[in-house]
């Protein structure tokens, strides 16, 4: 039975409180657009720690509303959200709170088997901040496909900060030129499985300082790319460096076009959808701003106009920027409410 909203507002459960989870509450409270509501948070962190690392945010800054922790809870202005500490979930507690969509965000669950665990705790839905694996119900790249949810899924994967990035802009540019094939290089700021100093861990480039190196990282992009578009199988290759940046991600796209372009005619094509396919999701830029200069900004891609580049025989670079959390936790709460809203 696909899981219905009990009201109006979407009651979520955000469990793994760390860059994207919190990004997701605090996304809620700055725009205020989506019909949901956050009745409880699971981390392992200490109720103190939760409310300290909601009011103050190296990235993002302090939290607009007045934030405090009172009995195992979290007020967000008049607003209580109940916090829980339960490493493994206890058997019912999801339908105690009558929990609607889970928010997966603890970055341990990366398979409809491990997500299986949400629903046998009552919640009606899970969406997965990662691409876990292909036995999902969907996997959504909120504005290109979330249209095809029907209401009947219950797991669901939001795919990577990456794919949102640059699918989008693959879509636009095969419809209008045809892509052959393409490689991406990810160049994405450091993220929480980088340790600050060099420790021991079984990757062997995960355990170099983060602040110090360019770090090469293995991804899956190309899987991702393939399984919402498939009919680029084995068409690109990507790779993926860690930067010693807070946050802020930029992809670099080399592509063979299959009716090549000049410069000015790929931005025209991409400004244009940024405009009408994709409003929200895609942006266009055409000023020398830096990777900074995105931190915060809530679409999944920003395409850079200044730094398209066309090679004598076609071959075409693109560079398009992303705020790999706060652009995802956007994402995340479109992809629930559409979850919950599909019928
Ligand atoms: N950070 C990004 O830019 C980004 C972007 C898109 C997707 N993602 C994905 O989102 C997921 C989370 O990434 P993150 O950067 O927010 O990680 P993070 O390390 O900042 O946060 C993970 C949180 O989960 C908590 N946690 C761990 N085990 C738990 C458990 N059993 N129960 C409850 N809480 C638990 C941790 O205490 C931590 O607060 C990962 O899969 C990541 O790939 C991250």
């Not at 603890?106 to 398979?111: A, E, F, L, P, V």
């Given at each position: 039975m696909a899981a219905v909203p009990k009201s109006p507002v979407i009651r979520c459960a955000i469990n793994g409180f760390g860059r994207i989870g919190r990004g997701i509450l605090r996304a809620l409270y700055e725009y205020r657009r989506w019909p949901v509501a956050v009745v409880a948070i699971n981390d392992l962190a200490a109720p103190e720690t939760i409310e300290h690392l909601t009011r103050f945010d190296s990235t993002h800054g302090r939290f607009l509303m007045p934030v405090r922790e009172e009995d195992d809870s979290l007020w967000i202005g008049e607003e209580c959200i109940r916090l829980l500490q339960q490493e493994r979930l206890s058997p019912r507690v999801w339908a105690e709170l009558e929990v609607d969509v889970v928010l997966e965000?603890?970055?341990?669950?990366?398979?409809r088997n491990d997500a299986q665990g949400h629903l046998d705790s009552g919640a009606g839905k899970v969406l997965i901040s990662n691409p876990a694996d292909d036995k999902v119900d969907a996997t959504v790249v909120y504005g290109l496909n979330h249209h095809e949810l029907t209401g009947r899924e219950t797991i669901v994967s939001n795919a990577s900060c990456t794919s949102n990035c640059v699918i989008p802009v693959i879509e636009v540019l095969d419809q209008a030129f045809g892509i052959a094939c393409g490689n991406i290089t990810s160049i994405h700021a450091a993220m929480n499985d980088q340790p600050v100093i060099d420790c021991s861990c079984s990757d062997l480039r995960l355990c170099r300082a983060a602040g110090v190196s360019i770090v090469p990282v293995d991804t899956r992009l190309n899987r991702g790319i393939e399984r919402i578009l498939p009919r680029f199988a084995n068409r690109f290759q990507t790779t993926a460096l860690r930067v010693p940046t807070l946050n802020v991600t930029a992809m670099d796209l080399n592509l063979c076009l299959e009716k090549p372009a000049p410069a000015d005619n790929i931005n025209a094509a991409l400004k244009k959808a940024a405009a009408s396919r994709f409003p929200g999701i895609m942006d266009y830029c055409d000023i020398p701003v830096a990777s900074i200069d995105f931190n915060h900004d809530p679409h999944s891609c920003i395409v850079d106009g200044t730094q398209t580049r066309v090679c004598s025989n076609g071959l075409t670079k693109l560079l398009v920027w992303c705020d790999n959390e706060w652009g995802f936790a956007n994402r995340m709460l479109d992809t629930a409410t559409a979850m919950m809203n599909a019928c």
């Open positions: 965000c603890t970055g341990r669950i990366k398979s």
